[in-house]
């Protein structure tokens, strides 16, 4: 997840370089010139307009100012209130998490498992069952412009991507659909009605509906189990999915074993060893009969031939002949094949996995976010029935792979980084404000944009995944600066001699102006990425929304909250006095 999500601090970093670059060597240049022939009263129509709303909303906001001041403890507890709200939309689940957000593709497949042994003729006849059911899902969704929903479909025997396996057993169904910028319809929606029309395919082991692909946080479900004999892993396994089959969205459940075809199992009798009989010597004399031994090669007109001996074709076509089969003895005796060996059905693995040496089953499932939420549901699954599973089987060890696994380590990664980046900030403004309290008030601005990003994934219905946590780490050094722009201004007033409650209103009010468009153009700057409807923003979109509603949570913050925990901070003796700010800078005069 990292290789993908990288790119975006790589790009932040190169533009801030750039605007770096604009604000201090181009822009005073452009001002100059733009500005050379302009008088001060010299507004348009719309500038005035413009200027009447900017005034009337400064004055509002004034008003308000003043009264978050006055009662400036009970505004900081609304505010506590408010952040712990938004926390309770998660903890509730009315806004999902998720490692990845979903990505609507145009490929749907069909991987299809045969029992070991089916013939390929056999295979063909479902293929042909599955095609026609795709037929019938096309016809249940209508498109637009009267478009056909499926544009082709092609099928390719020998290969599921699912089963790990070759051979005529094995096929896969690929149909390209519609582009999912016009399509109406869902692809999880294809695929559910998909299943339903194909039905249930007896002599099927697994028929698979999905993407061809996997995001790049892997599988919604992936748990590997280790530690027990591999029948028993196989019923924990069978316990498993039939537990996750109880969750709503929870669908194409299976996993990584893989049963053979039925065998008989020859065991030698305890007493065969007297009479002269290894287990060796038993199936050469087995094999020699039924499958044949290589006793002799001829030469004819310059080519090599081999002969083969073994039984005739009567006498090895049924299960009888095996049963009667007759052991010869070193002495050249022959008794019957039960005198000296047991005969047991059994079926055995055609697949097993292993990990460093051990056997293990991995337990695949995929999750429909729009219905369901993999990091809920295999979170129930760890707390409640693996719990129950590893009182009963002493041994078994279960791990979360896939989509949990990598995105508990890139949460992981974001975290030291942030905890990194929020160090360097707090060192920077502690030089800046000469205190180590003031900066704290500066970064509260950057928990409580985090408001702003869930209330902006519940509003808009998506889900909170690790892009949307990136947008949230970039907005940290937009909100501060907002930040940065009231107190500084609150501290020069202060340093005036002005009254503190009287400063931190005025603070708001005059930087109204510079706080408000910086907060408005970044936003409208991500309004037409939000609005995207294409396949490749559909990654971008969860960043869009949280620095667009993160950001106009913490402008709120910063205007209304910012002053009057400043004030709070005064009553406390916190905030660096008069006399203290005259001691660092000096004796100044001021006219």
Request: aromatic residues 10%.
């Given at each position: 997840i990292g290789r993908v999500l990288k790119v975006l601090p790589m790009m932040l970093l190169?533009?801030?370089?750039?605007s770096l670059i604009e604000a201090f060597l181009i822009l005073p240049s452009h001002l100059g010139h733009s500005l050379e022939h302009a008088g001060p009263n010299q507004r348009g129509r719309i500038r005035k307009r413009v200027d009447s709303v900017i005034d009337r909303a400064r004055d509002l906001l004034g008003?308000?100012?003043?009264?978050?001041?006055?009662?400036r403890y009970a505004t900081a507890g609304l505010t506590a209130m408010i952040f712990l709200l938004s926390i309770g939309l998660l903890v509730g689940g009315l806004v999902r998490g998720q490692v990845f957000p979903d990505l609507e593709g145009d490929v749907v497949e069909a991987r299809v498992l045969m029992r070991a042994g089916t013939p390929l003729k056999r295979t063909q006849e479902v293929m042909r069952q599955i095609e026609s059911a795709l037929a019938s899902t096309q016809?249940?969704?209508?498109?637009?412009?009267?478009?056909?929903?499926?544009?082709?479909?092609?099928?390719?025997f020998n290969q599921n991507v699912d089963a790990m396996e070759t051979g005529p057993h094995v096929a896969t169904l690929s149909a390209d659909l519609l582009s999912n910028e016009i399509r109406t319809t869902r692809i999880d929606d294809i695929i559910n009605t998909w299943e339903e029309q194909v039905g249930t395919i007896p002599d099927a082991q697994s028929v698979t509906f999905d993407e061809p692909t996997l995001g790049p946080a892997g599988r919604a479900i992936e748990v590997q189990l280790a530690g027990l004999p591999l029948d028993q892993l196989d019923r924990v396994s069978a316990e498993i999915q039939a537990y996750l089959r109880t969750f709503d969205g929870v669908f194409n459940l299976s996993d990584d074993t893989r049963k053979g075809q039925r065998e008989i199992l020859v065991k030698m009798r305890p007493g065969a060893v007297g009479l002269g009989v290894t287990a060796s010597d038993l199936g050469r004399q087995l094999r020699g009969s039924f499958q044949g031994l290589l006793s002799d090669e001829i030469q004819i007109n310059g080519e090599g031939y081999d002969i083969q001996v073994k039984f005739s074709e009567a006498d090895r076509s049924s299960l009888s002949d095996l049963e009667d089969f007759r052991v010869t003895l070193p002495?050249?005796?022959a008794v019957p094949l039960a005198d000296v060996a047991t005969l047991n059905w059994d079926r055995g693995w055609s697949r097993i996995g292993r990990v460093g040496g051990r056997q293990v089953v991995n337990v695949l499932g995929n999750v429909d976010s729009q219905r369901s939420n993999g990091m809920a549901v295999l979170a129930d699954l760890r707390t409640t029935k693996l719990a129950e599973l590893e009182s009963r089987y002493h041994g078994l060890r279960a791990t979360f792979k896939g989509e949990a696994e990598n995105g508990a380590e890139t949460s992981q990664s974001l975290g030291r980084a942030a905890l990194i980046g929020c160090l360097g900030v707090f060192i920077i403004l502690s030089f800046q404000f000469r205190s180590y309290i003031e900066p704290l008030v500066v970064m509260v601005a950057i928990p409580f944009a985090f408001v702003g990003v869930v209330w902006g994934h519940f509003l808009l219905g998506h889900s909170l995944s690790l892009p949307s946590i990136m947008g949230y780490a970039s907005l940290a050094g937009i909100v501060v600066n907002d930040s940065i722009l009231l107190v500084l201004f609150l501290k020069s007033q202060r340093e005036a001699g002005v009254d503190i409650e009287t400063a931190a209103g005025a603070a708001s009010r005059i930087r109204f102006r510079a706080v408000m468009i910086t907060s408005l153009t970044t936003m409208a700057g991500l309004m037409p990425l939000l609005l995207e409807k294409s396949l490749q923003a559909q990654v971008l979109i969860p960043i869009a929304i949280s620095i667009c509603f993160g950001l106009l949570a913490s402008t709120l913050?910063?205007?209304l909250v910012l002053p009057p925990l400043y004030v709070i901070l005064s009553d406390f003796g916190l905030t660096s006095s008069v006399s203290q700010a005259e001691s660092h800078d000096g004796p100044q005069t001021r006219l």
């Open positions: 190169l533009v801030l370089a750039a008003v308000m100012v003043d009264w978050t001041i006055r009662w016809a249940v969704y209508e498109q637009p412009e009267s478009k056909k929903l499926v544009e082709t479909t092609y099928v390719r002495g050249g005796k913050l910063v205007l």
